[in-house]
Antibody
Framework: EVQLVESGGGLVQPGGSLRLSCAASGFTLSSYWMSWVRQAPGKGLEWVASIKQDGSEKYYVDSVKGRFTISRDNAKKSLYLQMNSLRAEDTAVYYC??????????WGQGTLVTVSS | DIQMTQSPSSLSASVGDRVTITCRASQDIRKYLAWFQQKPGKAPKSLIYAASSLRSGVPSRFSGSGSGTDFTLTISSLQPEDFATYYCQQCNNYPFSFGPGTKVDIK
């Protein structure tokens, strides 16, 4: 059974940093593109970033470029999102997703990030 | 960047109704479109990819069609568990983008 479990969310002050993790099980992580998608409270879905199987290609939404870094460790079966210089508008539930045919087929349960002083 | 729009933004329907949701892209995305269902407080669920291919385990009452800039999601006979918000997403060009969502609620 495919499982994606996010962790690392929490309350952080504006300008602070946070690292999200996503533990993958039930499939071979190294065979799939992976993505992060977020959802601000009461709002719609927003694609954040994607990473190729071997980490050689990474793509980001403009609003997080230069502040967020997506990475992966296939040996540890984990996906990461390093978030720096956090802003109030980054407050959201962050979902980890496995990509199949270029878009998510499986999603984690999400982890809440709150940026507030 | 490609902008995605959906119509309607919300609709009310009854169990057994046929429901159609439209998604439009601001430029040609060929067939690189997916549909997702989300219920309150839950993670999204993947329904359709490549505009018309059903994800494994998704009931056959869901179908998708379209190519280029205009796409539709159809629920042939609405069931109680289908009341949710539906999103489209283009994956033809980065940054991948979602539509604003269509909320389907009970009439």
């Amino acid at each position: 059974e495919v499982q994606l479990v996010e962790s690392g969310g929490g309350l952080v002050q504006p300008g602070g940093s946070l690292r999200l993790s996503c533990a993958a099980s039930g499939f071979t992580l190294s065979s799939y593109w992976m993505s992060w998608v977020r959802q601000a409270p009461g709002k719609g879905l927003e694609w954040v970033a994607s990473i190729k199987q071997d980490g050689s290609e990474k793509y980001y939404v403009d609003s997080v470029k230069g502040r967020f870094t997506i990475s992966r460790d296939n040996a540890k079966k984990s996906l990461y999102l390093q978030m720096n210089s956090l802003r109030a508008e980054d407050t959201a539930v962050y979902y980890c997703a496995r990509d199949e045919s270029w878009n998510p087929d499986y999603w984690g349960q999400g982890t809440l990030v709150t940026v507030s002083s | 960047d490609i902008q995605m729009t959906q119509s309607p933004s919300s609709l009310s329907a009854s169990v057994g109704d046929r429901v159609t949701i439209t998604c439009r892209a601001s430029q040609d995305i060929r067939k690189y479109l997916a549909w997702f269902q989300q219920k309150p407080g839950k993670a999204p669920k993947s329904l359709i990819y490549a505009a018309s291919s059903l994800r494994s385990g998704v009931p056959s009452r869901f179908s998708g069609s379209g190519s280029g800039t205009d796409f539709t999601l159809t629920i042939s006979s609405l069931q109680p568990e289908d009341f949710a918000t539906y999103y489209c997403q283009q994956c033809n060009n980065y940054p991948f983008s979602f539509g604003p969502g269509t909320k389907v609620d009970i009439k």
